[in-house]
């Protein structure tokens, strides 16, 4: 399947988290019709698409799935929850850390931090859920030099 962006290796699972219709995902990871943690062409899963269109039903529905990966390396070495900080989607950033099974703190090919993603684009409340939990270092290094909270406003 393909859409109007270039995206292929859309499921149906993607699309459910797209729409966020709820009641259909449900259905579809009871009867385990598509691969929760499928990747489109761009690598990314449906829970990163239920994230990325503010689904957040969706995704905590897909998080509750015994087999769902959110330490999954999508992009440059970034997680989901890496990703997820910088779209600044806060309860998805609480969902994931409700969940458990990630890193928080886990850098990226560049050595960025989810910190430094939330800080570089602003998002206020991800940074404060992030500075108030012991497994966040705010003074780890970048391979730039830069700590997270020295890369705020960069980019936003």
């Known amino acids: 399947?393909?859409?109007?962006?270039?995206?292929?290796?859309?499921?149906?699972?993607?699309?459910?988290?797209?729409?966020g219709v709820?009641?259909?995902?449900?259905?579809?990871?009871?009867?385990?019709?598509?691969?929760?943690n499928a990747r489109d062409s761009g690598g990314d899963t449906p829970l990163m698409w239920a994230i990325r269109y503010g689904n957040n039903r969706v995704t905590e529905?897909?998080?509750?799935?015994?087999?769902?990966?959110?330490?999954?390396?999508?992009?440059?070495?970034?997680?989901?929850?890496?990703?997820?900080?910088?779209?600044?989607?806060?309860?998805?950033?609480?969902?994931?850390?409700?969940?458990?099974?990630i890193n928080p703190d886990l850098p990226d090919r560049s050595g960025r931090t989810p910190l430094?993603?939330?800080?570089?684009?602003?998002?206020?409340?991800?940074?404060?859920?992030l500075l108030g939990r012991w497994d966040v270092d705010p003074n780890s290094l970048d391979h730039s030099g830069q700590s997270p909270l020295s890369r705020e406003d960069m980019e936003g």
């Open 116 to 129: 430094s993603f939330a800080a570089s684009r602003g998002h206020e409340g991800v940074v404060k859920l």
């Open 61 to 101: 529905l897909l998080l509750q799935h015994r087999d769902i990966r959110p330490d999954m390396i999508i992009r440059d070495g970034r997680t989901v929850f890496s990703l997820v900080t910088e779209s600044g989607n806060e309860g998805a950033v609480e969902l994931l850390l409700e969940r458990g099974g």
């Open 22 to 36: 709820a009641e259909v995902a449900v259905a579809m990871l009871e009867v385990k019709r598509w691969h929760v």
């Open 1 to 19: 399947m393909c859409s109007k962006s270039g995206v292929y290796g859309i499921s149906g699972l993607h699309l459910i988290a797209f729409w």
